[in-house]
């Protein structure tokens, strides 16, 4: 019960790594609010957290949108009094596009969602975390976080420039008694990483793709005090992926 008593919102939590990683902390203790899109999915996600003897809610929000995500964090601090925990794990793909390839309009809905996504939700759960003295964030990365090649401009660019934002708010609220951490998975079997499998497998040491609950299980570590000397680290969990890059 490493999350006792804490509270946890997940952005992106209704399927992939966020799936697995409301579940995870849920069953450590922490009292979850699951945030998407799909409706359907996050009811079902609640309704497991649940049946297993986990509290939950689930919030539809846009990661885009600062007055949903507003609304995600006062519907938490109704709920259950505080926040102690953020996770930012939406994200979206741009199919290896290059500069040349992809249109604008594609590279600013990127950018939306992988990067001003975790600005607006951290923005608006900061002022609690200060407040309170005390505060956790978990920013999800990826192998395009150290590299080229795992995704095109935009998806590459995001999630670079991801690290460099955990990084900032480590400096900046590390003396407020907040930790901000970045997890940089590589190959996870999730929707995102549907039908591009045998081509990633041929890279990786380890020879398979991971799974979602491998990556929870770290973010767990990250939410947890285990982790309290760790602050604006990147952590990566890809089995090998990029030291032979």
Do not use: C
């Not at 951290?122 to 990365?141: D, Y």
């Not at 549907?194 to 497998?201: T, V």
């Amino acid at each position: 019960m490493k999350l006792k008593d804490k509270v946890a919102i997940i952005f992106g939590g209704t399927s992939g790594i966020g799936e697995a990683t409301a579940k995870a902390y849920a069953n450590e203790g922490a009292r979850v609010i699951v945030v998407g899109r799909d409706e359907e999915d996050g009811d079902r996600i609640v309704g497991e957290i649940k049946g297993n003897g986990g509290e939950a809610l689930f919030a539809k929000a846009d990661v885009t949108k600062a007055a949903e995500i507003k609304a995600v964090v006062d519907k938490t601090i109704e709920a259950f009094g505080h926040i102690d925990i953020l996770y930012n794990g939406a994200g979206i793909h741009d199919s290896y596009k290059t500069a040349v390839e992809i249109e604008e309009d594609e590279y600013d809905k990127l950018m939306a969602v992988n990067l001003k996504g975790p600005y607006l939700a951290t923005k608006a759960v900061l002022p609690h975390f200060v407040e309170q003295g005390s505060g956790t964030i978990v920013n999800v990365g990826s192998q395009a976080t150290h590299v080229a090649g795992p995704g095109g401009s935009a998806y590459v660019t995001s999630k670079h420039a991801l690290e460099g934002f955990t990084k900032q708010l480590a400096y900046d609220f590390g003396g407020e008694g907040i930790k901000s951490n970045l997890i940089a998975p590589g190959f996870i079997k999730t929707p995102m990483t549907e039908g591009i499998e045998d081509e990633r497998l041929k890279d990786i040491p380890a020879k398979r793709a991971g799974k979602p609950e491998e990556v929870a299980a770290l973010a767990v570590f990250l939410a947890s005090e285990d982790s309290n000397y760790m602050n604006g680290s990147t952590v990566t969990m890809d089995g090998g992926w990029v030291v032979g890059r």
